[in-house]
Structures are given as C-alpha cells and as structure tokens.
C-alpha cells in the first residue's frame, strides 16, 4: 500500500497569512493527489484534485502542486473560514490512502 | 441537487452485524463508483471499500477484509456496507462518499454523505 505523511500536523496562523502544507507519498503517484478541507463535525470538502485543479467552487487563493511523490496545498491570504485541517489522498491505486492530515488553527 | 444520505448507524456489542445504508439522489447512481470511508473519534479518514459502477469489483481494506461487504442496489440507487464481527476498533464516523468521474474506480472523492456514527460497545 501507498504511504502519505503530511507536514506539519498543525499550524497556527492569522488571518491574511500565506500558509503551505506539504504531502509525501511512499512512492510515485503521478498527479493523482487530491485535497480535502473537514471542519469540526462536517464531511471533508474536496479542494483539489490531481495535484493543481481546483474542484467547482472553490476560492482561487487555493493552489495545489507537486508531481510524483512531493505534492503542497498553498492557501494565499487565509480567511477565518479556512481554519479547519486538511488530508491529502492518492487515488493513484487502491487501497486510496489519507495523508494523517494538518489542522490549522488561529495563532 | 446531489445528495448522498446514510443511515443504519448506532450502538453494537462486540461480534455483533450491523448494515449501513446510503441513499442516492440527484445524479445517476449506476455510472459511478461508490465508496465508504470512516473516521475514528478524535483521528484521520480511513477508505473502507470501494464498488465499481457496476458492482463487479470490490476492494476492501485489509482492516475489514474478510468481515464487511459493500453492495450496491441500482434500482433503489442505494449502497451499503454489511458489517460483521465487529470489534471496538470499528468505532467510527461511516461516511458515503462518490467518485468524481463516471465509470472510474480510483479517482478523487467529490460527493460525500453527512456520516452516520458507529459504536462499537459492550
């Protein structure tokens, strides 16, 4: 099965900040590495999909990158609605493994 | 609108059997590829199993391989998860979760369900 760790595993920030979160995989994925933000009590929301597309709806200070195994989610300029954590997920082949995710919260 | 809605959750003994259902809605339940993912208390989000759109490939996680089955009913445009021999360690937030894409079996996770909450007790 295909490994993903994530750093950090938490963050605190302020809003306005730049913040970077970073997913590895055990081995080459490819681009098949999706995001997902979960609030407290809520289904994840998929942000990202294959690496840098960004899913219908969702705002343009989220950017993701990365190829192979080294993939990031940026969010540029954070919003009080942004503090929530975030997986990442291959869908390169089953089994899909989560990243242990990164909870970002207000500093 | 597309809505994914799970039920059958609640509170079992040890070696007990318990079904979860999802019923689907606004979208064509028979093209795609259904999954569960569960979330632990307190912990990150485990996939569970996967049904192709046709229901003629399942894949499991080695943790519930061997106890829980997932089905599909395309005339009632319902999944479910049949859960054997539970232990506590099955405790969890089981949530419906959709492909992104038709037909695709490994593909991004577009359209989860609300979760419906299994306990695991004695």
């Known amino acids: 099965d295909i490994q993903m760790t994530q750093s950090p595993s938490s963050l605190s920030a302020s809003v306005g900040d730049r913040v970077t979160i970073t997913c590895r995989a055990s081995?080459?994925?490819?681009?098949?590495l999706n995001w997902y933000q979960q609030k407290p009590g809520k289904a994840p929301n998929l942000l990202v999909y294959?690496?840098?597309l960004l899913h219908s709806g969702v705002p343009p200070r989220f950017s993701g990158s990365g190829s192979g195994t080294d993939f990031t989610l940026t969010i540029a300029g954070l919003r009080p609605e942004d503090f929530a954590t975030y997986y990442c997920?291959?869908?390169?082949?089953?089994?899909?493994?989560f990243g242990p995710g990164t909870k970002v919260d207000i500093k | 609108q597309v809505h994914l809605v799970e039920s059958g959750g609640g509170v079992v003994q040890p070696g007990r059997s318990l079904r979860l259902s999802c019923a689907a809605s606004g979208f064509t339940f028979s093209g795609y590829a259904m999954n569960w993912v569960r979330q632990a208390p307190g912990k990150g989000l485990e996939w569970v199993a996967v049904?192709?759109?046709?229901?003629?490939?399942?894949y499991y996680a080695d943790s519930v391989k061997g106890r829980f089955t997932i089905s599909r009913e395309d005339s009632k445009d319902t999944l479910y998860l049949q859960m054997n021999s539970l232990s506590p360690e099955d405790t969890a937030v089981y949530f419906c979760?959709?492909?992104?894409?038709?037909?695709?079996?490994?593909?991004?996770?577009?359209?989860w369900g609300q979760g419906t909450m299994v306990t695991v007790s004695s």
């Open positions: 081995q080459s994925i490819n681009n098949y």
């Open positions: 294959a690496a840098s």
């Open positions: 979760v959709r492909n992104q894409r038709k037909w695709e079996l490994e593909d991004a996770f577009e359209i």
């Open positions: 997920h291959q869908s390169h082949s089953t089994p899909g493994t």
């Open positions: 049904i192709s759109y046709d229901g003629s490939n399942r």
